[in-house]
């Protein structure tokens, strides 16, 4: 009897879940996609697409987010590979402080953070002060509203995920089995890319997936730290729609970034160590 009522709890808790992601996320999503293939007098049509995609400034800007997106994500994987390795290693109380430190920058507002840049690489921020002291330059360099300030701030915004995500997987790979590699005659290097990668996979999945997919739906750090010269997917489709009223090639363009980040995920899947499927 206990049972049936755990069981009877647990599906309607399901059910009000799958009910609230069908209501509001599900619902919302193929609304905005079947809005993009209809036209001005109601016929479904292509058209819209056609327009977007053949113009030269979303090209442009499909290929700088991309570009931006995907620098971020390889500095990510090289840093926070790594780091998490490393945490795993350390006693716990230094192991539980570092998490800490790791899960701070997550608790403080991506605004305040990304303003926080503009101090930093502003014409008067401090890198340049520093740079002038040191007799490197003698005119400010221009840093923000570059690429490269938008990688930064999006690299500082997604590395602690990427970090957790790895934590989390490396958490699950028993000591044993990298005993066992290095006793077998495999040094620290091949263990490392052998067993240790392979068995945290899953991991680096969820993390290369959340942070190539963040950096290209982000807005905050790009509006700030780009400006109107360098335009992402985001804030392309804020100027398209709040800006120039286009509402049209703003729904498309939220297609193709929703559609980008599936491809992506599914592509990601496919590189997954068959013997963990």
């Known amino acids: 009897m206990r049972l049936k009522s755990q069981q009877k709890s647990l599906v309607m808790l399901l059910g009000a879940g799958s009910l609230f992601l069908l209501a509001f ?8 996609l079947s809005e993009s293939f209809v036209g001005d007098d109601g016929v479904v049509t292509a058209a819209r697409y056609m327009a977007v995609l053949v113009d030269e400034q979303f090209q442009n800007v499909y290929v700088r987010t991309l570009k931006m997106a995907l620098v971020v994500t390889v500095i990510a994987v090289f840093a926070g590979y790594p780091t998490a390795y490393l945490m795993m290693k350390l006693k716990p109380s230094r192991k539980a402080m ?43 360099i221009r840093m923000l509203y570059t690429e ?25 790979v028993p000591n044993e089995v990298e005993e066992a590699a290095l006793s077998l005659g495999s040094n620290k290097v091949g263990t490392f890319f052998r067993v240790i990668v392979p068995l945290s996979f899953d991991g680096l999945i969820m993390g290369v997936t959340l942070v190539f997919t963040g950096c290209i739906t982000a807005y905050v750090t790009p509006a700030i730290l780009g400006g109107a010269k360098v335009l992402t997917l985001a804030t392309l489709m804020r100027q398209q729609a709040l800006v120039l009223m286009n509402w049209e090639a703003a729904t498309v363009i939220a ?23």
């Open 255 to 277: 297609v193709v970034m929703i559609l980008t980040t599936l491809v992506l995920h599914t592509v990601m899947r496919r590189f997954r160590p068959r013997n963990q499927v």
């Open 25 to 32: 996320f599900l619902v919302p999503l193929l609304f905005v």
């Open 148 to 172: 490269g300030a938008i990688i930064i701030g999006l690299l500082q915004l997604f590395l602690p995920i990427m970090v957790l995500n790895l934590v989390s997987a490396l958490e699950n």
């Open 98 to 140: 570092l998490m800490s430190l790791v899960i701070l920058p997550l608790m403080t507002s991506p605004v305040a953070r990304t303003y926080a840049w503009i101090v930093i690489l502003g014409r008067y921020g401090i890198v340049n002060q520093t740079l002038s002291v040191l007799g490197m330059t003698k005119e400010p």
